[in-house]
């Protein structure tokens, strides 16, 4: 255990036993045993991209601007329908689950903001809970509302969907909830709304396709309606899931043509688990760039459904294909492209903290080799039609081992060198473990 360093920052919830991993001078100490070791595979590294023409310290700046958002439900342990087990010291409200998130941010350097979900993450004073991200260093991505639940003493169900729902009572709570979701997020400083429903059927002929459609544009217009001038609606689709025959806004053609019916502040979010095993999602948000539509993601990963796995575990080379193209379309100047990058993920058998760090990572390293991309030559492969050279000019910038630049970047932002080694040997969890006792029977099913 490294000796305890001076000026711990004394959150009141602080574990008493272990190290703060959110303290600068514990990271500086705690890098100080790999720094030398990294400085030479560093410029070693720097002597082959030389070679192809490309200056690491210039792509370390970039490297080191690279931000991705943090799922406020992300930090507890999620579950299946089957069964959740939590784990050990789990966040119990939202100022701790902010308290977990500042750990991913300060030991990867890349996480600033956190994307609460409400009612999840509703508390008595939001003025309180900005001031207390703030000395956590962290600030509010979008917000998200949840309309796939019924929360206690709810007056209409959203069994048989929310704003889609037949029954207009139904619907005009589940719009009541968005703009009440708007009004938290203008109190933290979010600037953009996620709206995903689960809204949809079991079988075929319980809802008119079109007429649900129709209630969907109606609803969200008038959610449109309450945006401030400068947020963003975020639409999320999604295959399958709580519905299992159809979903109303169910693919990315379903989202880009609601979002050019409701205006300009109308963008499309992509989950990448929620398509169909397979799908080309590098080739959807080819498209969404092309309408001028691409407003986030939700990045995680999968091998069959909707599985939230973490960011580049299943799929990596997926992933690096996506930043392909939102990195080739910065390189075209495609303008006012400035997708929220945002985790959604359910951590169900590991520490969410460790997830959430190696998610950010590996999105970080997805970018990162996306910018080794060679675009001068690929676009001279693709117009030649030498496919066996344009698709190895992808594969060269892919396989190339950028984790000596991810963490110099990493370093350089006063982050960890080794943020897995450094979280563990600070005690964090088994601290959090004394501190949070666990709340009694918590392993029924549910995703959070
Ligand atoms: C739906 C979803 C959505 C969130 C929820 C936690 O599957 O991806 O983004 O509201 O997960
Ligand atoms: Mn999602």
Redesign the pocket.
């Known amino acids: 255990m490294p000796a305890p360093s001076r000026g711990r920052l004394t959150l009141s919830t602080t574990p008493q036993s272990a190290a703060d991993p959110r303290s600068k001078e514990y990271i500086t100490a705690s890098n100080r045993r790999a720094s030398a070791e990294l400085a030479s595979d560093y410029a070693l590294l720097g002597a082959q991209l030389k070679r192809r023409g490309i200056d690491i310290d210039a792509l370390c700046q970039r490297v080191g601007e690279f931000a991705v958002a943090l799922?406020s439900?992300g930090v507890g342990t999620g579950g299946t329908r089957f069964a959740r087990f939590p784990g050990l010291g789990e966040p119990r409200n939202v100022f701790e689950k902010l308290e977990d998130c500042a750990v991913v941010h300060a030991l990867t350097g890349a996480t600033p903001r956190v994307s609460l979900?409400l009612p999840w993450d509703a508390c008595e004073d939001y003025g309180a809970l900005k001031a207390h991200a703030g000395k956590l260093g962290l600030g509010f991505d979008a917000v998200?509302s949840?309309t796939f639940q019924d929360q206690r003493g709810q007056a209409q169900s959203y069994k048989f969907g929310s704003l889609t729902h037949t029954a207009a009572a139904v619907r005009e709570q589940a719009v009541a909830h968005n703009l009440d979701c708007i009004r938290i997020g203008q109190q933290l400083g979010s600037k953009a709304l996620?709206l995903?429903i689960g809204d949809g059927a079991n079988f075929p002929g319980q809802q008119h396709l079109a007429r649900a459609y129709e209630r969907y544009l109606d609803s969200a217009a008038r959610i449109y309606a309450a945006l401030p001038s400068d947020w963003r609606l975020l639409i999320?689709h999604?295959m399958y899931?709580p519905a299992f025959y159809a979903t109303v806004i169910q693919d990315w053609g379903s989202s880009l043509l609601a979002a050019q019916t409701l205006g300009p502040q109308a963008l499309c979010l992509v989950?990448l688990?929620?398509h169909a095993p397979n799908v080309n999602i590098e080739m959807i948000v080819a498209r969404l760039v092309h309408a001028g539509k691409l407003g986030g993601f939700?990045f995680n990963d999968s091998k069959y459904g909707?599985d939230?796995l973490d960011a580049g575990s299943i799929d990596p080379y997926r992933l690096f294909l996506v930043f392909n193209e939102l990195t080739d379309a910065q390189w075209r100047r495609v303008p006012e492209l400035r997708p929220a990058h945002m985790l959604?993920q359910s951590h169900n058998v590991t520490d969410p903290i460790e997830s959430l760090m190696g998610s950010a990572i590996e999105l970080t390293r997805a970018y990162a080799q996306s910018l080794l991309v060679d675009r001068e030559q690929l676009a001279a492969y693709q117009d030649s039609n030498d496919a066996l050279l344009a698709t190895q000019t992808l594969k060269r910038a892919y396989t190339t081992d950028v984790a000596p630049l991810l963490a110099r970047a990493r370093e350089l932002r006063g982050a960890a060198i080794d943020p897995l080694a450094t979280y563990r040997a600070s005690g964090y969890r088994a601290a959090c473990a004394q501190r949070r006792p666990a709340a009694a029977g918590g392993s029924g099913g549910g995703?959070v």
Request: proline residues 6%.
């Open positions: 799922p439900w979900h998200n949840n996620t995903w999320e999604k899931e989950d688990g929620h939700h909707d939230d959604d995703i």
